[in-house]
């Protein structure tokens, strides 16, 4: 029994590892996002968060960062949605939070209101 079982999960991983894969775009942005890093989706409001980096240089503290707000099927909301920001890069959620990780500092953004409420180390 026990060599049926073995048998079994080989020939399982085996067609696994040969299985073939395929990915279909189902849609793409318009190219007005400023150097788009990461996205976060939002289940309660069913928009797609989009860190925007902007400038030349992805760590400069030059000001010229934002979040984007997308929509599910692609089309941009806002370019800008909240702005203010360096080179925000990873995006994450909490109890109604937007939280950006942006060079130094966390910066906590109010998702109602679509503003900055703090910005610093945490």
Known sequence: MKSILTATAVLCLS???FAQ???TKLWETDTLL???ESV???ADNNVLYVSNIDGTDGWAKDGKGSIAKVGLDGK???VEWVTGLN???GLGMYKGKLLAADID???VID???GAIEEKGPH
Do not use: G, N, Q, W
């Open 87 to 89: 080179a925000p890069k």
């Open 21 to 23: 894969h395929s990915v």
């Open 34 to 36: 400023k150097v788009p």
């Open 76 to 78: 941009i909301i806002a």
């Open 105 to 107: 500092e966390i910066v």
């Open 40 to 42: 976060l989706f939002d």
């Open 15 to 17: 067609a696994s590892l």
């Open 111 to 113: 998702i109602k209101k």
